[in-house]
Nanobody
Framework: EVQLVESGGGLVQAGGSLRLSCAAS????????IGWFRQAPGKEREGVSW????????DYADSVKGRFTISSDDAKNTVYLQMNSLKPEDTAVYYC?????????????????WGQGTQVTVSS
């Protein structure tokens, strides 16, 4: 059974940091790209950051570039999202998702598997 389990969300003040984790199981981790997406109330789901387990390439949305860092521990089948200098507009439910291959697709519609999400709330 394919599973993606996010953790690490919470409430933090503006300027603070959080590290999200996405633990994957049930598929060959090294063959997939993992993306982090977020969805705020009343808004569409948007991409945040992506990493390929195939070749280690990464990508970031402009809104988080320089503040967020994505990384992967292949031995643990886990992808992390280190979020620094958090802003109130980063408040959302954060999801990780997996898609077969090395391409870093920005559209959430491409992704095959999704986690249940973890809430991140940034207070001003």
């Amino acid at each position: 059974e394919v599973q993606l389990v996010e953790s690490g969300g919470g409430l933090v003040q503006a300027g603070g940091s959080l590290r999200l984790s996405c633990a994957a199981s049930g598929f060959t981790f090294d063959d997939y790209a993992i993306g982090w997406f977020r969805q705020a109330p009343g808004k569409e789901r948007e991409g945040v950051s992506w990493i390929s387990s195939v070749d280690g390439s990464t990508d970031y949305a402009d809104s988080v570039k320089g503040r967020f860092t994505i990384s992967s521990d292949d031995a643990k089948n886990t992808v992390y999202l280190q979020m620094n200098s958090l802003k109130p507009e980063d408040t959302a439910v954060y999801y990780c998702a997996a898609v077969y291959g090395s391409h870093l697709w920005r559209s959430p519609k491409i992704y095959d598997y999704w986690g249940q999400g973890t809430q991140v709330t940034v207070s001003s």
